[in-house]
């Protein structure tokens, strides 16, 4: 039976990457995208000519409709679901925590949090035993912010990533009995897209200095370790927060 894998946020950046190397691995996979249907679309397009088996699910996953919506498309066309990448994610400009906005605060946790915990409840209810599953996994992907907090920057971003952590540990519990694992991976400065969009394009060159592998990290190589947890390989982990940060 193929594997199935969801991945949110699909589109681009760890997202994408993790999209082609599960394809390699075997999975069917469903992109998730909010907007840019053109680099989902690539995507596909890449695992496509490859010899994979991938579609598009556009969805906002700060929206229930959307998640629900996503998952029944995924139901309809690759049937039920093994695996969930809780990859998509928000960042905003940088700023302290006295200036953030309500708005900022609401869309930071409605995309990064909420997304997850709905993406989630919706996955378990596929694979979990207790439903007339077969098991599967979920990976989280976190941030090394939960840890450091990134003060004078994204407070908001560090803590809505340290909600996934627990959120991970949690759901790990609640579910190992009923066939799922749930693990996350915590990124460090990673070489993505993500850093223009939080108003500092040039974040990569000024912080790998501090890193102390004295470069940023790939985002083939968190997909690497997204795909592996999601695996046979990683068969006996779950509820572990998995750092890919350089030492940071």
């Not at 996979?29 to 010899?51: E, P």
């Not at 694979?127 to 907090?149: E, F, P």
Request: aromatic letters at 6%.
């Amino acid at each position: 039976m193929t594997k199935v894998v969801l991945i949110t946020g699909g589109s681009r950046g760890i997202g994408a990457a993790t999209a082609v190397l599960a394809a390699r691995q075997g999975y069917a996979v469903a992109v998730n995208y909010t907007a840019n249907s053109l680099a989902a679309d690539d995507v596909v397009r890449l695992i496509r000519a490859d010899g994979g088996q991938a579609i598009t699910v556009q969805g906002d996953v700060a929206r229930e409709a959307d998640v629900l919506a996503m998952f029944e498309k995924v139901d309809a066309k690759f049937g039920r679901l093994s695996a969930l990448v809780n990859n998509a994610g928000v960042v905003d400009q940088t700023s302290r925590v006295d200036a953030m906005s309500l708005e900022r605060l609401q869309r930071m946790f409605a995309v990064n949090v909420f997304g997850s915990f709905l993406c989630a409840r919706e996955a378990v209810k596929r694979m979990s035993t207790r439903y007339g599953g077969s098991g599967g996994a979920i990976v989280n992907v976190s941030s090394a912010a939960a840890r450091l907090g990134s003060p004078g920057q994204y407070v908001d971003y560090a803590a809505a990533k340290g909600a996934i952590d627990t959120f991970t540990l949690g759901l790990a519990k609640e579910v190992a009995a009923e066939g799922i694992r749930v693990n996350a991976v915590r990124p460090g400065i990673i070489e993505t897209e993500i850093h223009a969009s939080g108003g500092l394009p040039n974040r990569v060159r000024d912080v790998a200095p501090q890193v102390p592998m004295q470069r940023a990290g790939t985002a083939h190589e968190v997909a690497q370790s997204i795909v592996w947890l999601l695996g046979e390989e990683a068969g006996y982990s779950t509820g572990a927060l998995l750092d890919v940060a350089g030492g940071r």
